[in-house]
């Protein structure tokens, strides 16, 4: 018979315990636990290696802190011990001990703050920490506070907020995948309305395009002034941008002023229109 377990979730903040309720521990399957949004890190292999080691040779020894997943998929996010459900994928281990809470307290700010004081110990991509801080904003923590937990200037979490305010799913699902870097995202955000953005940034995440390169293309282009065209233009836009973008990757590497110079000459005269696409048309 499998003895019963419960395990105690604990946040912490300057040494007091702010909530002790008791979950249970159960045997949940690897293969069914995926990261809580904005909690994605790089590890640090020499320190995961050691990880694995001691879990090849003892076993999990302290548990995973998980929640069921909303969308009904059967699926485990991961509050806490993403180096140990790593290291169980890696050796074949197929279930690992984990408390499951429940999504109140999930999503509590007592468990956000955990998160984000632990933030600075934690090697996050850069995507995945303006994501938590955004979070943070969401959930109600103030501007200063959080530039201090995350040890970045209150204006860097006001720019990080501002580009991310009004983010599509889509957007975050391209941030997330590596494919358009935050310095990139920005750009776009400068140049390219809501409406439009998942167009754009489709086109920069599979172009070899620099952002310096994507801010020189949007002002020589003039964006603003044919965004100011109206909404009946905005496929033509999208076209332009994306063929700009591939003659760029095909040109030979110089300066941004050598390269533009040879777009300039490459320019398009007009589009042509088949049923709902546009193609260019250079003359």
Same mark, same amino acid.
């Given at each position: 018979?499998?003895?019963?377990?419960? %395990?105690?979730?604990?946040?912490?903040?300057?040494?007091?315990?702010?909530?002790?309720?008791?979950?249970?521990?159960?045997?949940?399957?690897?293969?069914?636990?995926?990261?809580?949004?904005?909690?994605?890190?790089?590890?640090?292999? %020499?320190?995961?290696?050691?990880?694995?080691?001691?879990? /090849?040779?003892?076993?999990?020894?302290?548990?995973?802190?998980?929640?069921?997943?909303?969308?009904?998929?059967?699926?485990?996010?991961?509050?806490?011990?993403?180096?140990?459900?790593?290291?169980?994928?890696? =050796?074949?281990?197929?279930?690992?001990?984990?408390?499951?809470?429940?999504?109140?307290?999930?999503?509590?700010?007592?468990?956000?703050?955990?998160?984000?004081?632990?933030?600075?110990?934690?090697?996050?991509?850069?995507?995945?920490?303006?994501?938590?801080?955004?979070?943070?904003?969401?959930?109600?923590?103030e501007t200063t506070?959080?530039?201090?937990?995350?040890?970045?200037?209150?204006?860097?979490?006001?720019?990080? =907020?501002?580009?991310?305010?009004?983010?599509?799913?889509?957007?975050?699902?391209?941030?997330?995948?590596?494919?358009?870097?935050?310095?990139?995202?920005?750009?776009?955000?400068?140049?390219?309305?809501?409406?439009?953005?998942?167009?754009?940034?489709?086109?920069?995440?599979?172009?070899?395009?620099?952002?310096?390169?994507? /801010?020189?293309?949007?002002?020589? =282009?003039?964006?603003?002034?044919?965004?100011?065209?109206?909404?009946?233009?905005?496929?033509?836009?999208?076209?332009?941008?994306?063929?700009?973008?591939?003659?760029?990757?095909?040109?030979?590497q110089g300066t941004?002023?050598?390269?533009?110079?040879?777009?300039?000459?490459?320019?398009?005269?007009?589009?042509?229109?088949?049923?709902?696409?546009?193609?260019?048309?250079?003359?």
């Amino acid at each position: 018979m499998t003895k019963a377990r419960s %395990a105690t979730a604990r946040s912490t903040a300057s040494g007091s315990v702010r909530d002790h309720r008791t979950f249970p521990v159960q045997d949940v399957p690897v293969a069914r636990i995926r990261p809580e949004e904005g909690l994605g890190r790089k590890r640090d292999r %020499a320190g995961h290696r050691d990880l694995q080691r001691s879990i /090849e040779q003892f076993g999990v020894l302290t548990p995973i802190t998980v929640r069921s997943a909303p969308d009904s998929s059967g699926d485990y996010l991961l509050i806490k011990g993403q180096g140990r459900a790593l290291a169980c994928r890696l =050796l074949g281990i197929e279930t690992i001990p984990a408390v499951v809470v429940d999504d109140s307290y999930a999503e509590t700010e007592k468990v956000q703050q955990f998160l984000v004081e632990n933030v600075a110990r934690l090697k996050m991509r850069p995507v995945d920490r303006a994501l938590l801080i955004k979070r943070a904003r969401q959930d109600g923590e103030e501007t200063t506070t959080i530039a201090q937990r995350f040890g970045v200037s209150a204006s860097t979490v006001r720019r990080l =907020l501002a580009q991310l305010d009004g983010a599509s799913t889509h957007e975050v699902d391209v941030l997330r995948s590596g494919g358009v870097s935050l310095g990139m995202h920005a750009v776009v955000t400068r140049h390219v309305k809501v409406s439009e953005r998942a167009g754009i940034l489709d086109i920069v995440s599979s172009s070899s395009i620099t952002a310096k390169e994507a /801010e020189t293309l949007f002002v020589a =282009l003039g964006w603003q002034r044919l965004t100011d065209l109206g909404d009946e233009h905005a496929a033509q836009r999208i076209v332009l941008f994306h063929w700009a973008c591939c003659l760029l990757d095909q040109l030979p590497q110089g300066t941004h002023r050598e390269r533009l110079c040879q777009l300039a000459h490459a320019f398009p005269s007009a589009f042509e229109r088949q049923g709902d696409d546009y193609s260019v048309v250079v003359k």
